[in-house]
């Protein structure tokens, strides 16, 4: 490598990692938002703890910012030197595109080794500890789910309102019953109770006492002259499920969770399970497979993307030869997002193995590829 391809190199390299660490810290964000920081607000997780979960997410996003890192990487390099007039200096000298662009297409390939490895590997052991790690810490606290002065919506079919809370004590206890519409169907009041967790199932077991329960008669709900129907109970215990945060199996181990060897086991198993005959199974079984199948390739292609995504931002950096990051910024996306809307509506037809999808979701990668070489031909021309 001569002092040319050091200095493209380095500035690609360079680039590249500043926009992994920026695509990374926006998906990070993400699943902060959504995992760690509410359950650190209403006290269920520690701090200690939430920083360890903090420290495992780069891995668990990875599989995502490296390809567009490298995208955004090489169109802000490629950009600003063209603008700066280097690639027409390097032209000039006689130095063709494909040289130009041969550190920066090695710098691809790597980072395709990288995210095969990450998608395979380091992913799917980083989710897994992940999530298994955020589940036992929710477990060791389950009470505090229950947060006084907040309606707390955690629970499928239900609401709950806790007026104080000392302990596993409650006191003014409101709690609403809902349907499939989300409407009420069942309305409970109740001056004391207290909470449990049952470990067995995973449930809080909330016994109210005495209660109040109002419930709408007849089956139309929605009419407002209908009398609601009136009952008291010395005490009234509503199970409420945490199906949300963990079940009574422990972490479901997704198919995206699991390791290159984990997938083929997965897959062999599924291939020597006897035939079905009844075609409602039949299609099922099918279906099962096809969604195994659609990991498999997906892990693939992601990784095939960041190799794709450099092929492609090379010739478009050097036309695009704009010094300004936010007009870089801007193609990079519309790349990134045409490429993801192609790849989640192949997915989309997970439910037709007639189709094909496995095969169909090498579709963005070839489209990007032949662009890539299209856009090199015309430059170079």
């Given at each position: 490598m001569?002092?040319?391809?050091?200095?493209?190199?380095?500035?690609?390299?360079g680039a590249?990692?500043?926009?992994?660490?920026?695509?990374?810290?926006?998906l990070?964000?993400?699943?902060t938002?959504?995992?760690?920081?509410?359950?650190v607000?209403?006290?269920?997780?520690?701090?200690?703890v939430?920083?360890?979960?903090?420290l495992?997410?780069?891995?668990?996003?990875?599989?995502?910012?490296?390809?567009?890192?490298?995208?955004?990487?090489?169109?802000?390099?490629?950009?600003?030197?063209s603008a700066?007039s280097?690639?027409?200096?390097?032209r000039?000298?006689?130095?063709?595109?494909?040289?130009?662009a041969?550190?920066i297409?090695?710098?691809?390939?790597?980072?395709?080794?990288?995210?095969?490895?990450?998608?395979?590997y380091?992913?799917?052991k980083a989710?897994?500890?992940?999530?298994?790690?955020l589940?036992a810490?929710?477990?060791?606290?389950?009470?505090?789910f229950?947060?006084p002065?907040t309606?707390?919506?955690?629970?499928?079919?239900?609401?709950?309102?806790?007026?104080?809370?000392e302990?596993?004590?409650?006191?003014?206890?409101?709690?609403?019953?809902?349907?499939?519409?989300?409407?009420?169907?069942?309305?409970?009041?109740?001056?004391s109770g207290r909470?449990?967790f049952?470990d067995?199932?995973?449930?809080?077991?909330?016994?109210?006492?005495?209660?109040?329960?109002?419930?709408?008669?007849?089956?139309?709900?929605?009419?407002?002259?209908?009398?609601?129907?009136?009952?008291?109970?010395g005490?009234?215990?509503?199970?409420?499920?945490?199906d949300?945060?963990?079940?009574?199996?422990g972490?479901?181990v997704k198919?995206e969770?699991?390791?290159?060897?984990?997938?083929?086991?997965?897959?062999?198993r599924?291939?020597?399970?006897?035939?079905?005959?009844?075609p409602?199974?039949?299609?099922?079984?099918?279906?099962?497979r096809?969604?195994?199948?659609l990991?498999?390739?997906?892990?693939?292609?992601?990784?095939?993307?960041?190799?794709a995504?450099?092929?492609?931002?090379?010739?478009?950096?050097i036309?695009?030869?704009?010094?300004?990051t936010?007009?870089?910024?801007?193609?990079?996306?519309?790349l990134?997002?045409?490429?993801?809307?192609?790849?989640?509506?192949?997915?989309?037809?997970?439910?037709?193995?007639?189709?094909?999808?496995d095969?169909?979701?090498w579709?963005?990668?070839?489209?990007?590829?032949?662009?890539?070489?299209?856009?090199?031909?015309?430059?170079?021309?």
């Amino acid at each position: 490598m001569n002092l040319l391809d050091r200095h493209i190199f380095k500035s690609v390299l360079g680039a590249c990692l500043g926009a992994v660490a920026l695509f990374g810290f926006l998906l990070m964000l993400v699943n902060t938002l959504r995992d760690i920081l509410a359950p650190v607000l209403a006290g269920q997780l520690e701090a200690t703890v939430a920083l360890q979960l903090l420290l495992m997410l780069p891995l668990t996003v990875a599989q995502f910012a490296l390809p567009m890192g490298i995208l955004t990487g090489v169109l802000l390099t490629l950009g600003r030197l063209s603008a700066d007039s280097e690639i027409v200096a390097m032209r000039a000298a006689g130095i063709g595109l494909f040289r130009i662009a041969r550190p920066i297409l090695i710098l691809g390939a790597v980072g395709g080794l990288l995210c095969l490895f990450t998608n395979f590997y380091a992913f799917p052991k980083a989710k897994v500890k992940y999530e298994r790690e955020l589940t036992a810490a929710l477990r060791r606290n389950p009470l505090s789910f229950i947060i006084p002065k907040t309606f707390v919506r955690d629970f499928k079919g239900c609401v709950i309102y806790v007026g104080s809370k000392e302990g596993s004590v409650l006191h003014d206890v409101w709690f609403w019953k809902l349907d499939d519409r989300q409407r009420v169907v069942q309305l409970v009041r109740a001056t004391s109770g207290r909470i449990d967790f049952d470990d067995t199932t995973n449930e809080l077991i909330a016994v109210l006492t005495p209660a109040q329960v109002t419930t709408p008669m007849g089956a139309d709900r929605e009419d407002p002259a209908e009398p609601p129907l009136v009952n008291l109970f010395g005490e009234y215990s509503p199970r409420l499920p945490l199906d949300r945060y963990f079940s009574a199996k422990g972490t479901r181990v997704k198919p995206e969770w699991l390791t290159y060897e984990e997938l083929h086991v997965e897959r062999a198993r599924l291939a020597a399970l006897p035939p079905e005959t009844v075609p409602e199974k039949k299609r099922e079984a099918a279906v099962t497979r096809m969604k195994l199948e659609l990991v498999i390739q997906d892990k693939y292609n992601l990784a095939l993307a960041a190799f794709a995504f450099a092929v492609v931002a090379v010739p478009l950096g050097i036309q695009v030869s704009r010094r300004e990051t936010s007009a870089n910024l801007g193609v990079a996306l519309v790349l990134v997002i045409g490429y993801y809307l192609l790849t989640v509506a192949v997915k989309l037809l997970d439910r037709h193995p007639e189709y094909h999808p496995d095969y169909l979701l090498w579709l963005p990668n070839v489209i990007f590829l032949s662009l890539g070489v299209w856009l090199f031909r015309r430059l170079e021309k």
